[in-house]
Nanobody
Framework: VQLQASGGGVVQAGGSLKLSCLAS????????IGWFRQSPGKERTLIAA???????YPSEITQGRFTITRDDTLNTVNLQINNIRPEDSAVYYC??????????WGQGTHVTVSS
């Protein structure tokens, strides 16, 4: 499985940003996918996750300012951040949630929020 995060950049505080994760491989469809972030000097943490593509699971979840969606026809999982804050500045990654299935992290996508 390969996962590539994109969509980062510089955004003004209070705005919105949409990140995209493009994945390959059948494992993507069968497992929960998460968005993680890591700020300088801090550990990488899971900020949002979405379940496998099954009829009884939602394809969109909103948790506060974060909305995560998955489209298995396009093999993508997107993360929308609304009312973005300077403390959201970080490198954002996508990966499988299950620790035993984690793929190499890659470079992620950088988000810088200006105040």
């Amino acid at each position: 499985v390969q996962l590539q995060a994109s969509g980062g950049g510089v955004v003004q505080a209070g705005g919105s940003l949409k990140l995209s994760c493009l994945a390959s491989g059948n494992v993507f469809r069968l497992n929960s996918i998460g968005w993680f972030r890591q700020s300088p000097g801090k550990e990488r943490t899971l900020i949002a996750a979405i379940n496998p593509n099954r009829p009884d699971y939602p394809s969109e979840i909103t948790q506060g300012r974060f909305t995560i969606t998955r489209d298995d026809t396009l093999n993508t999982v997107n993360l929308q951040i609304n009312n973005i804050r300077p403390e959201d500045s970080a490198v954002y990654y996508c990966n499988l949630v299950a620790i035993g299935l984690r793929q190499p992290w890659g470079q992620g996508t950088h988000v810088t929020v200006s105040s």
